[in-house]
């Protein structure tokens, strides 16, 4: 089965998840021939590459239900699209500011038929008058600038509670850029959680508000 990958690491779907995941695979072949937001040889391991890496947020935090999600500079839509998959009663609203890419996230979502996904062609800083629980990201910027834009969208967080406000997704030594950011992240590496040769560098990176 196509994404074994997947169930490898994460059996407990529903009928609806599971068709919802195995979609996936032909609605981006389908939208990658007309407007390529994925390399060709990543679709071929889509599984993997974007759908598992995304997961691995869902394997370290937990979004209860009626939370708010930002997905900054989603791309092709993620980590948003998998996580909406995946936390059916929590909101995702996608954002970038390529307007081809989100033309493919809203296909996606519509064709998945994901009723908690909203997104916006819009820059970051552009977003007024709306605050999230928590911002995702998958490698769009430096920790200091993706820090910088997520501060002022997040909701105020209870003085007792040590909640997340920014997960991202990253690779490779992150020494000088968490330096840079002045933040106290969590470092998370997925190869534990998902001992796969791809994740062997990878990172997820918590700060909390």
């Known amino acids: ?14 009928e ?21 937001v994925i390399s060709r040889k990543d679709i071929e391991a889509l599984y993997e590459k974007h759908v598992l890496h995304s997961l691995s947020i ?11 999600v930002l997905d900054l500079g989603t791309g092709g839509g993620f980590p948003g699209i998998p996580l909406a ?8 609203h996608l954002v970038d500011s390529i307007g081809k890419k989100i033309k493919v996230v809203e296909g ?9 996904v909203t997104t916006a062609h819009s820059r970051v800083e552009d977003i007024k008058n709306r605050k999230f ?7 769009v910027a430096p920790l200091k600038d993706l820090w910088r834009w997520s501060k002022p969208l997040l909701k105020k967080a ?12 990253k690779g490779g030594d992150l020494t000088q850029e968490i330096a ?8 998370t590496n997925i190869y534990k959680l998902f001992p796969e040769e791809f994740f062997q560098e990878k990172h997820i990176v918590i700060v909390n508000k």
Request: proline share 6%.
């Open 133 to 139: 629980d928590v911002v995702v990201s998958r490698a």
């Open 85 to 92: 998959i995946f936390f059916p009663d929590v909101q995702f």
């Open 58 to 68: 869902a394997a370290v935090a937990d979004f209860p239900a009626g939370f708010q």
């Open 108 to 116: 996606v979502a519509e064709a998945l038929e994901l009723k908690n």
């Open 16 to 36: 609806t998840q599971l068709k919802q995941m195995q979609a996936l695979s032909s609605l981006y072949q389908e939208w990658n021939e007309k407007i390529n």
């Open 158 to 169: 209870p003085a007792h509670e040590q909640q997340p406000g920014l997960i991202c997704l």
């Open 180 to 187: 840079d950011s002045g933040c106290r992240p969590r470092l």
């Open 1 to 14: 089965m196509i994404m074994d990958i997947v169930l490898k690491y994460f059996s407990d779907f529903s």
